[in-house]
């Protein structure tokens, strides 16, 4: 990418589309940011009339609600599938690279040691199989594509476990984390520094990026306490003790091998969580 690339933003005020929005002004690339008030990707119509102008299309909007999809699959599959269907054959027929975010959850989580890119899609819950399909949409449709896929995104905004915890630990005196399901924190921030990176290295497929080393949730809760020195004891337990709507992957580690050999190794996300906390607390401090 660079000053004669143009990209278009969907899903700008989404908790990703922030800090993608963030990273291509600090970068002094053009860019438009859409919201879901100028684009809904269930408008097809509107998906095909995308100004061929734009050599990028940065797909951060979704149906992320991984609970509420067990009710609403069929929204969830025109959100996360059919209209990334549309959005390919958009790009296909202008030329556009069509960059889109997957997740850990289009995997089973019966592994025990990290996901490769080509792992089989097995996805138990209704969030995942329509991320899945929004994969295959792209995979088929023979436009040139970068599916990034992440895990457990946080940052200093939007609605997120990072943000949950740090108001909590400040307010109870203790806590239940689930402690059975391993995964990979992610900053946003980061995410989108790396999937710049990416682009920029013309990388197109499928590729995996989460700030490395893993957690539970609950040694993820154990790290926020640690870090902002709170006293509120956090406990670990079961999901069987914590029953939520959708089933949740055990084990949802994406192996990073492909992206490291083009980026680098990836910092830890204990690192990452400093950054993200230290933003939060100035700006709870400001308000
Ligand atoms: N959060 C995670 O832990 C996680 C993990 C793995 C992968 N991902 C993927 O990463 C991407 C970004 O996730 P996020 O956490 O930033 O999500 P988010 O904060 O929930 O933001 C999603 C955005 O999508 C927009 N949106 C929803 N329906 C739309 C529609 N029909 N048309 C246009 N925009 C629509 C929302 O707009 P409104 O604000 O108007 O609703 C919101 O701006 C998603 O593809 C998600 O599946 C997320």
């Not at 992440?150 to 997120?160: M, Q, R």
């Not at 013309?202 to 499928?206: M, N, Q, R, S, V």
């Given at each position: ?11 700008s ?26 684009l809904?990707l269930?408008?097809?119509a509107?998906l095909?009339?995308?100004p061929a ?12 609600d ?10 969830a ?10 959005l390919a ?9 069509l ?22 899609r097995?996805p138990i ?46 307010k ?17 921030s ?11 290295s ?5 590729f995996?990026?989460?700030d ?9 809760a154990e ?22 709507p ?12 492909k992206t ?8 830890n996300?204990?690192e990452?969580l400093?950054?993200v ?11």
């Open positions: 990418m660079n000053q004669a690339s143009s990209t278009l933003v969907i899903g005020t989404g908790m990703l589309g922030r800090a993608v929005v963030q990273e291509l002004a600090t970068r002094g690339l053009p860019f438009t940011a859409v919201g879901r008030e100028r809904d269930r408008d097809h509107c095909a009339q995308v102008t734009f050599t990028h299309i940065i797909n951060c909007a979704g149906y992320t991984v609970d509420q999809a067990e009710q609403n699959e069929e929204l599959t025109q959100i996360n599938g059919t209209a990334i269907a549309a054959k958009r790009c296909l027929a202008t030329g556009a690279v960059v889109h975010f997957s997740s850990d959850y289009v995997f089973n989580g019966l592994e025990t040691t990290p996901y490769r890119t080509e792992h089989r097995e819950n209704a969030y995942g199989r329509s991320k899945a399909i929004g994969e295959e949409a792209l995979e088929s449709s023979g436009a040139k594509f970068l599916c990034v896929r992440t895990s457990w995104l946080y940052a200093p905004w939007g609605k997120n476990f990072a943000l949950t915890m740090m108001h909590l630990l400040s109870k005196t203790a806590l239940r984390v689930v402690n059975d399901q391993r995964g990979r924190p992610t900053s946003c980061h995410l989108a520094r790396v999937t710049l990176n990416l682009l920029d013309d990388a197109t497929g499928i995996h990026a989460t490395s080393g893993e957690c539970t949730w609950f040694g993820f790290e926020i306490k640690r870090q902002l020195g709170h006293h509120c004891r956090v406990e670990s337990c079961s999901s069987a003790e914590h029953i939520r959708a089933k949740r992957p055990g084990y949802s580690v994406l192996d990073l091998s490291e050999e083009i980026t680098g190794k990836l910092p996300w204990k990452n400093r950054a906390l230290n933003c939060a607390s100035a700006a709870t401090n400001r308000s």
